[in-house]
């Protein structure tokens, strides 16, 4: 009896078996396609930002409304019967375990929040929502390197296929070494950074019983005091509470915050629903609502060679998917 009540503290929290919870195949879609809207939004409100609003200050501003937003959840959790990583009867080794997981992690999330919201800056908006969009490739590399799983040929060909796609749009359709811009590799990082934080984090979910939440709220508070300290150390702490008392930055922090919380909770809540092979193929197409919004919002000009490789990345990504989907079944 003893062994059964210890092995119940490590069922997943988003397991479809936990909390006696019936998951809803509707649902999970309905919720899918409400994370590619949001998804596709994001870059749209970050660019949108009043140009006195650098990068580095807007990433803590949009935190910490995030971690605002993350309260209620949190403390409405802590109500429940299910704790999480706060329930007495966890191994300490456990929790202090997951709680070094979850440092590593904020310190990962930091560094992309801020590349986030500059790659977009810099790279352009258009490029850069196709270049996160290299997220599967990453995982690939990070599943093969931290578990060694070998992949099918036809998904190594695909995967060629999507880097000669991203390698054409980072010379903005020159296929000149020469021309491929710093900005879009800086944009890469963002993607290869989700994925390492992603599978650490996938395994931490899987093997504690910490909440969905839980570690939004984690991520977003290391964040917050992370993107505090730095930003004081290079613009200033009075620069910081300056930017505190603008009320256009709060409203475009504060936007970005709760669009970006809702995003990360929606995508939890997705998948606790359906498969995440089938939530990724519904949020795949978010570089052509990015595209739509800042044609007729931000007024950006669509280039030729930008609607060509996000159909290269697009086919290879959903040829990703079916192989993955087709060795799944065969097995």
């Known amino acids: 009896m003893a062994d059964k009540k210890k092995h119940a503290h490590f069922i997943p929290p988003n397991s479809k078996f936990s909390n006696n919870f019936h998951p809803n195949r509707n649902i999970g879609i309905f919720l899918s396609f409400i994370s590619l809207f949001l998804l596709g939004i994001l870059p749209i409100i970050s660019n949108s930002r009043p140009s006195a609003l650098n990068a580095l200050n807007f990433a803590f501003y949009l935190s910490l409304w995030e971690l605002s937003c993350s309260l209620p959840l949190f403390f409405y959790e802590l109500t429940k019967s299910n704790l999480g990583i706060f329930q007495k009867s966890i191994d300490s080794k456990i929790r202090k375990k997951t709680f070094v997981v979850m440092v590593i992690t904020g310190i990962i999330f ?18 850069t929502a196709i270049a996160i969009q290299t997220y599967p490739l990453f995982s690939i590399v990070m599943e093969f390197i931290l578990f060694k799983k070998k992949k099918r040929s036809s998904e190594l060909i695909f995967t060629l296929i999507m880097i000669v796609g991203i390698y054409y749009l980072g010379t903005e359709g020159t ?35 910490i909440t969905p939440n839980q570690v939004t709220f984690f991520r977003v508070l290391i964040s917050s005091i992370l993107l505090f300290g730095i930003s004081s150390l290079l613009s200033g702490t ?25 995003e990360l909770v929606n995508w939890f809540s997705a998948v606790k629903h359906v498969d995440v092979s089938v939530a990724s193929t519904i949020t795949t197409p978010t570089p052509i609502i990015t595209m739509v919004f800042a044609l007729f919002i931000l007024k950006e000009s669509i280039e030729l060679y930008q609607i060509l490789a996000m159909i290269i990345v697009l086919v290879s990504l959903y040829s990703l998917i079916w192989s993955g989907r087709a060795k799944h079944y065969k097995k």
């Open 110 to 127: 930091t560094i992309s929040t801020f590349f986030y919201v500059f790659a977009f800056d810099t790279a352009g908006t258009v490029s």
């Open 175 to 209: 296929w000149l070494i020469s021309g491929f811009s710093p900005w879009f590799a800086l944009a890469l990082i963002i993607p290869l950074l989700w994925s390492i934080a992603h599978v650490i984090i996938k395994h931490t979910l899987d093997t504690s019983p």
């Open 238 to 262: 009075s620069n910081i509470f300056e930017g505190f008392m603008n009320l256009e930055f709060q409203i475009f922090g504060f936007i970005m915050g709760i669009v970006y919380y809702l």
